[in-house]
């Protein structure tokens, strides 16, 4: 990583971890595990957060680093964030390296979940969704229909009532 390079921070690379088979890009003065990820595609970055469990059983601060360039889904950002990962930019990175706290800002995307509505039938609609986040079978613009209708399971559609 050449930005540790350019700090002269001592950092290992490839570190091996105490407890796994797993190995981390980079520990940063033995008390900071640093993975690099060059996408965020929803494989990839779903294992590194689940990777973030042996990187956090270990005791050491986690930060994951993306390219400048790359969106990071808004969703998983949370769920890191709240296992208390830092996930940085390239850019963010070099000025936490500098001292200063990081000024930029990471880009962020949220998914649109789009599908078949089973109220009114259109497709690639906008899906409504659940105070939980769960994709409901309905899209938005049907919301406030469906409560007057029950759902068919044998017509695999909401109906109206009566």
Do not use: H
Request: aromatic share 6%; glycine share 6%; proline share 2%.
């Amino acid at each position: 990583m050449l930005l540790l390079r350019e700090f002269s921070i001592p950092f290992d690379d490839e570190k091996k971890l105490l407890y796994s088979r797993s190995r981390v890009d980079f520990e940063i003065q033995g008390s900071i595990y640093v993975e690099c990820k060059v996408s965020t595609n929803s494989t990839q970055f779903t294992r590194a957060m689940g990777q973030v469990s042996l990187y956090k059983a270990e005791g050491k601060e986690v930060w994951i680093v993306v390219p400048d360039d790359v969106d990071v889904r808004k969703d998983q950002r949370e769920i890191l964030e709240k296992q208390g990962v830092q996930v940085l930019s390239e850019t963010m990175l070099q000025e936490k390296l500098s001292g200063k706290e990081p000024l930029s800002q990471l880009s962020t995307k949220t998914t649109v979940a789009c599908g078949v509505c089973k109220c009114c039938g259109k497709i690639n609609v906008t899906m409504s969704r659940s105070p939980s986040n769960c994709l409901r079978s309905y899209c938005v613009s049907c919301e406030d229909e469906v409560k007057q209708r029950v759902f068919d399971g044998r017509q695999d559609r909401w109906i109206k009532v009566g």
